[in-house]
């Protein structure tokens, strides 16, 4: 059986925050690139050396790292020679004015998954980006729910929850339409059995075991709020 997942606000169906975290010591071109991937979607952290890059991949999850190579403190093929050293295996691109063959042979061996050379077009950035973190999970977020939507698993405070399929079911039919309700007649389709008993029934153990609110809109019929 799958099961459901806890969090904040509804986020947009079939889609994921990508946190990228971006080491680059050149403020023009980090606010650059950081205007336009924030356009794109995604959520960007700036590091202007290596250290600071280090201490922000200790303090949080990142989906892929973009590292130029010749900033201050720790560079950018050392810095991830020491993440890969210490097992982490976040998916890295190296983006480096560096072209000669040593250069982008350190990065590899370093641990890079791919290497971009400056000067580059953001777009071709923005496509390398998507080839990396396309195998990423798709998440809805809502309150403290969180579904994978591949697999309609759903967790709640990290926690994945058990659920028989109807419940199952009817609580993801409810986070995937709100704030909207859903019509007694579609959450009826979700039993084998249908009944109104049913249906009150299931609501109810969803409203007692997982403390939500679920509210019968007269004459329409549920929502999540």
């Known amino acids: 059986m799958t ?5 904040l606000s509804l986020s947009i169906l079939d889609s ?3 946190k990228l975290l971006l080491l680059e010591d050149d403020p023009n071109l980090s606010k650059t690139l950081i205007k336009y991937l924030e356009r794109s979607g995604y959520e960007v952290d700036w590091a202007k050396d290596g250290e600071e ?10 989906n892929l790292y973009l590292f130029d190579i010749n900033v201050p403190l720790i560079n950018g093929i050392d810095l991830l020679s020491d993440l890969r050293n210490a097992e982490d295996q976040t998916p890295t691109i190296i983006i480096s004015a560096l072209v000669d063959i ?48 591949q697999n309609d698993t759903v967790y709640k405070d990290g926690d994945v929850l058990f659920l028989g399929q109807v419940q199952k079911s009817i609580l993801l039919t409810l986070i995937k339409n709100h704030p909207n309700p859903v019509t007694k007649e579609e959450l009826l389709l979700l039993h084998e059995n249908p009944s109104d008993v049913a249906l009150r029934v299931n609501i109810t153990k969803l409203k007692k075991n997982l403390e939500v609110t679920i509210e019968n809109i007269r004459g329409v019929g549920y929502k999540i709020i």
């Not at 890059?53 to 990142?62: E, I, K, V, W």
């Not at 980006?129 to 990423?136: D, E, P, R, S, V």
């Open 3 to 7: 099961s459901p997942t806890a969090i």
């Open 53 to 62: 890059a280090l201490d922000l991949s200790y303090d949080n999850d990142y």
């Open 102 to 149: 040593e250069s982008v042979t350190n990065g590899f061996i370093a641990g890079a998954d791919d290497y971009l050379k400056k000067p580059f077009d953001p777009e071709e950035l923005l496509v390398r980006i998507q080839a990396k973190t396309a195998g990423l999970k798709k998440i809805l977020k809502f309150q403290n729910f969180e579904i994978d939507l």
């Open 16 to 18: 994921i925050l990508i």
